[in-house]
């Protein structure tokens, strides 16, 4: 009998013993499925930005009901401005002092500038990357997709259009006049004389 009691409290004791033991792991094991999955969350948090504006942006379409066109064209816009990463890039740039934002500025600009010959100062004279550096600081990222106007014929403008990459046709009176790629630009009359698009 007393054999009996034994066991039957060594039972007891093994069998609270698996149970807090099973406890124990069970807590574990949601700890660490947490901390993998914070891990997974931290590791591309502008791809998530930019899934979740791709995702708002699709709900914004269905509750203005816009047409599969407009649809496309605003999906291709974001897929060519983020290339699949969201930055709030204004706000990263107003952080920083003035060294640092120039000199991103500087690399953001490097290709286009390369590509238009009258944005390049190759004078030899020690400024050349002063003037650089400071015409890259005055250059603004601008998308445009297939079909979008960058502006219309009498309009009136004060800006200057770079192609970084891309085609853009021009048309006068409504018919095509000439068709522009990388490198070159439109608006450059518009600058120095002030008047209206031709």
């Known amino acids: 009998m007393q054999e009996e009691k034994q066991d039957s409290k060594s039972g007891n004791l093994h069998f609270l013993n698996f149970g807090i033991g099973m406890c124990l792991k069970c807590i574990q094991y949601a700890g660490f499925v947490g901390y993998i999955s ?14 979740q504006k791709m995702e708002e942006l699709i709900d914004y379409v269905k509750w203005k009901k816009l047409s599969d066109e407009t649809k496309e064209k605003l999906i291709s816009y974001y897929e060519i401005k983020y290339r699949g990463k969201y930055f709030e890039e204004d706000a990263l740039l107003a952080d920083m002092n003035d060294s640092l934002r120039e000199e991103i500025s500087s690399h953001n600009t490097r290709k286009l500038i390369e590509k238009v010959p009258f944005l390049r100062r190759e004078e ?13 600081t005055i250059l603004h990222a601008r998308y445009f997709v297939a079909g979008d106007f960058i502006t219309k014929q ?14 853009v046709n021009v048309y006068v009176n409504g018919q095509k006049v000439v068709s522009l790629y990388d490198g070159s630009y439109i608006g450059g009359m518009i600058v120095v004389m002030a008047r209206v698009h031709i």
């Open 154 to 167: 009498g309009d009136s403008g004060n800006d200057m259009f770079f192609i970084l990459s891309g085609k």
């Open 38 to 51: 914070s891990a997974a969350m931290s590791i591309n948090p502008s791809g998530r930005l930019y899934n």
């Open 124 to 136: 030899g004279d020690g400024r050349d990357d002063i003037f650089f550096n400071k015409m890259s």
